[in-house]
């Protein structure tokens, strides 16, 4: 057998043991009850529209290269069920330091899950440079420095809890930019960042999937729910009209493009 191989069964199921045993301990000690979980009732769906989101949106979406479409699927899967867990144990751990209020139940799991944008769009920086280990170890640091910088602008910026989350997308592009100055660059002929228009339509699809539910997104945790879900909804419209009009105008053929390439 390779080594590659070995090395892989010799570093990730124990790393991802280690981990699911960390969150049992945490399980046995401090669950919430069932009731608290799934309160209130209302929630729920717009939580599952987040949930889908993370998943199967951005899932498709890093797609895009064509030697990587089983790996980012797989792997935003894998490292979003891992990072949702190191979240609920980074919340359990502020709570302790009294640094945040106990939240426990569904509000909670769904920050986490809201959260874990920021390393799925670090994800896309990386992808196809770093390996399984490099991105689990990636997932936890950052969502540890992820909830740092969110007690860092509740603390000393005095923002609002529920916009500390909306910093995912910023925090996720400049952590991922930060992480991919540390590889080396791939040589010469060595082209890696082709796409195909397989992988370009199931990009599409996920682009699709998260446009859909952005607006569930920014209201999941807003205090005007109706006004977060009727600005972004027309934020997006707007956008999207811009980006067909934009495409006719720049290409050469005067025709709609999906992809723009150089």
Same mark, same amino acid.
């Given at each position: 057998?390779?080594?590659?191989?070995?090395?892989?069964? *010799?570093?990730?199921?124990?790393?991802?043991? @280690?981990?699911?045993?960390?969150?049992?301990?945490?399980?046995?000690?401090?669950?919430?009850?069932?009731?608290?979980?799934?309160? $209130?009732?209302?929630?729920?769906?717009?939580?599952?529209? =987040?949930?889908?989101? =993370?998943?199967?949106?951005?899932?498709?979406?890093?797609?895009?290269?064509?030697? /990587?479409?089983?790996?980012?699927?797989?792997?935003?899967?894998?490292?979003?069920?891992?990072?949702?867990? *190191? *979240?609920?144990?980074?919340?359990?751990?502020? =709570?302790?330091?009294?640094?945040?209020?106990? &939240?426990a139940g569904l509000k909670s799991l769904a920050k986490a899950v809201v959260s874990m944008?920021?390393?799925?769009?670090?994800?896309?920086? =990386?992808?196809? +440079?770093?390996?399984?280990?490099?991105?689990?170890?990636?997932?936890?640091?950052?969502?540890?420095?992820? /909830?740092?910088?969110?007690?860092?602008?509740?603390?000393?910026?005095?923002? $609002?809890?529920?916009?500390?989350?909306?910093?995912?997308?910023?925090?996720?592009?400049?952590?991922?930019?930060?992480?991919?100055?540390?590889?080396? &660059?791939? $040589?010469?002929?060595?082209?890696?960042?082709?796409?195909?228009?397989?992988?370009?339509?199931?990009? !599409?699809?996920?682009?699709?999937?998260?446009?859909?539910?952005?607006?569930?997104?920014?209201?999941?945790?807003?205090?005007?729910?109706?006004?977060?879900?009727?600005?972004?909804?027309?934020?997006?419209?707007?956008?999207?009209?811009?980006?067909? !009009?934009?495409?006719? @105008?720049?290409? +050469?053929?005067? +025709?709609?493009? !999906?992809?723009?390439?150089?």
């Amino acid at each position: 057998m390779p080594s590659r191989y070995l090395s892989f069964r *010799c570093s990730v199921p124990w790393l991802i043991l @280690l981990l699911q045993t960390l969150f049992l301990i945490r399980s046995f000690f401090a669950f919430p009850a069932a009731g608290d979980t799934y309160s $209130p009732s209302n929630f729920y769906p717009e939580f599952q529209d =987040v949930n889908h989101m =993370v998943i199967f949106g951005f899932g498709f979406f890093l797609m895009v290269l064509r030697r /990587y479409g089983f790996s980012s699927t797989g792997f935003n899967f894998l490292l979003i069920v891992l990072g949702v867990q *190191c *979240c609920v144990l980074v919340e359990d751990f502020l =709570v302790f330091l009294r640094v945040q209020q106990n &939240e426990a139940g569904l509000k909670s799991l769904a920050k986490a899950v809201v959260s874990m944008t920021a390393v799925v769009i670090s994800t896309g920086a =990386v992808l196809g +440079k770093a390996s399984p280990v490099q991105l689990i170890v990636m997932t936890l640091v950052e969502s540890i420095f992820f /909830y740092a910088s969110r007690c860092i602008n509740r603390t000393f910026l005095q923002v $609002p809890e529920h916009l500390t989350l909306m910093h995912v997308h910023l925090f996720g592009a400049y952590f991922g930019l930060a992480v991919t100055s540390r590889f080396p &660059e791939p $040589p010469p002929g060595l082209d890696k960042n082709r796409s195909t228009p397989k992988s370009d339509l199931f990009s !599409m699809l996920g682009t699709v999937f998260v446009w859909v539910f952005w607006p569930s997104f920014n209201s999941l945790l807003a205090d005007s729910k109706r006004e977060a879900v009727f600005n972004t909804y027309l934020a997006l419209a707007v956008s999207a009209v811009a980006a067909f !009009m934009l495409s006719a @105008l720049t290409s +050469k053929d005067g +025709k709609f493009r !999906m992809v723009r390439r150089r």
